[in-house]
């Protein structure tokens, strides 16, 4: 009698089986996937005047349901996209405004201010991606809704190595210095086309308004908003790759002009800091990080009136 070495039918399915038992607990696993995500206020659907943008607003709370509701949308495409891990940063005024039991579950949340690297405490090598959400356009800016860098009453222009610099730029040299790219960035369309310009256009965009005027805009039917978001998410996770992080070449020189010359005598105080004219202090850096930190603490210094 001839023996066949072949397994009978159903006996690869079986093999396949033991084989996949048979591997490293570590070798089944997902990679993981961690994604970082800065929430700003200005650039939420439905908010379009200062007075939902701070506590003590009479449109506030709607606003900070807003806030969850686009974040979460947000969250919501990035698992679908094979997220593991998804980091959520408040990132406007006192960074207290996400009630924290309305994020998502799946989502970490860190609140509270202040914080060693502002709006993007959180944010390390380990992210694969950076996502801005509800981000505003630079000052200066028209039409954009609630247009300011940092601090309205106290900034007036950031420049570094020359370039003006809204927070959307600030923060994502931050992503690049820890390698990440940033994917995404929703807000109104003319911060979103301001983002392009700067990040380049491999960046994908949610634009949840357009501005009709620094307190007033057209909103996108609530349930698109929702989608854009959901769905821009999603593809900038999967999308990743195409992107790379946002770096400026050192030295780092920061320019920072106040609105009066009195904001800038504090500042100019300070070792290594420069005042070339009356509104404005320079100082320059090796180490982009560092330099932001005290880019943050002069603003800090100054006198808002």
Known sequence: MIRSNRLPAGGWLAFGLCLLLALPLAAQKKEPVKVFVSVDMEGIWGVVHGDQ??????GYGAARKWMAQDVNAVITGLFEAGATEVVVNDSHGGMRNILADDLDARASLITGSPKPLSMMEGIDGTCAA??????HARAGTAPAVLDHTISGAVVFAIRVNGLE?????LNAAIAGAFGVPVVMLSGDGTTCRQAVEILGPDLKTAAVKEAAGRSAARLLPRDEALEALRSAARESLLGRSKVKPYRLAPPFNFELEFHRSSQAEPASLIPGVKRPSARVVSFTSQDYLEGFKLLRALISLAPAD
């Open 165 to 169: 610099m809204p927070e959307l730029g």
């Open 130 to 135: 950076c996502l801005f959400i509800g981000y």
């Open 53 to 58: 943008t701070s506590p003590q607003g009479g």
